[in-house]
């Protein structure tokens, strides 16, 4: 959505976001104003509206605040009103017993993109992370294939701003996960961690002269992270296994993927594919 964002209501909802966190179950007063950097003032305001409204809860003895009741109705309405992220839980559910390895659900929230579901092997969820990947190369080119042209025109620019060559690389990326039905990630965690930490830097906090040191990092990073089928007998690095659920007009509505992260053949990629699109076609269906 184009236009200026609204600071006051982005307060509000940090406040949220930070007690959403299941480590933060229960935050004092005092770590709100830390950890989000807000004026003591602020913090009271919006603390006081959305206890006020049922939104947070504060206990009056520890002090502390948590997740209040009228986000448990929110919660409980999202089944009914958003049935096919339901669905797609209980697919990452079945996926991850049936392919022994994590399966997660991947949803796009404005620029970003989250992961709103992950499940373990041996049936455990475990809560999904609450951290914000950029939807920018290398990141995102399961929802990227399947985006508009001209949403993939924005995805290609912001990470390879006027470098012919790797637009060039990045759209065949594209149209070659397009043509095989899934993305292959082959990002090990470290150079994922890295990319993001570098894909997180804002030009305009950096010093003139890093400027150009940062934007060429971003570029190796995204270049390194590209996979190619040719050589389908070499083992390459896997972290994700991923594919679009569409709705019945073609547009993405949200990414189902399987974490191997380990070294795999075009063979074994394919091998562990096949239920992952079976229960693509299922939610599609």
Request: aromatic share 4%.
């Amino acid at each position: 959505m184009r236009g200026a964002g609204s600071a006051p209501t982005e307060r509000v909802l940090d406040v949220i976001e930070l007690l959403s966190h299941p480590e933060n179950q229960q935050l004092r007063f005092s770590d709100v104003v830390r950890e989000l950097e807000l004026s003591q003032a602020t913090a009271h305001a919006i603390l006081k509206t959305l206890a006020d409204r049922g939104w947070i809860s504060r206990d009056p003895a520890a002090k502390t605040f948590s997740l209040g009741p009228a986000l448990s109705l929110i919660a409980g309405r999202l089944a009914t009103m958003r049935p096919v992220t339901h669905l797609a839980r209980d697919a990452a559910r079945r996926l991850a017993i049936a392919v022994d390895v994590p399966a997660s659900v991947i949803e796009r929230a404005g620029d970003d993109l989250v992961i709103t579901a992950f499940e373990q092997p041996k049936g455990g969820a475990i809560p999904a992370p609450h951290e914000r990947i950029p939807y920018t190369a290398p990141f995102g080119v399961a929802f990227a294939a399947w985006d508009t042209p001209v949403a993939q025109g924005a995805w290609i620019q912001r990470a390879a701003t006027d470098d012919a060559d790797l637009i060039r690389q990045l759209q065949d990326v594209l149209a070659q996960t397009r043509k095989r039905g899934y993305d292959i990630d082959s990002m090990t965690p470290a150079l994922a961690q890295a990319a993001h930490a570098i894909g997180s830097l804002s030009e305009h906090a950096l010093p003139v002269n890093m400027r150009s040191i940062i934007d060429q990092l971003r570029l190796e990073f995204t270049s390194a992270a590209l996979t190619s089928d040719d050589d389908p007998r070499a083992p390459r690095p896997v972290a994700t296994i991923s594919a679009p659920v569409l709705d019945k007009n073609g547009h993405i509505q949200l990414v189902l993927g399987i974490h191997p992260v380990r070294a795999m053949t075009m063979k074994e990629i394919r091998s562990a594919a096949e239920p992952l699109l079976r229960e693509i076609e299922l939610l599609t269906g």
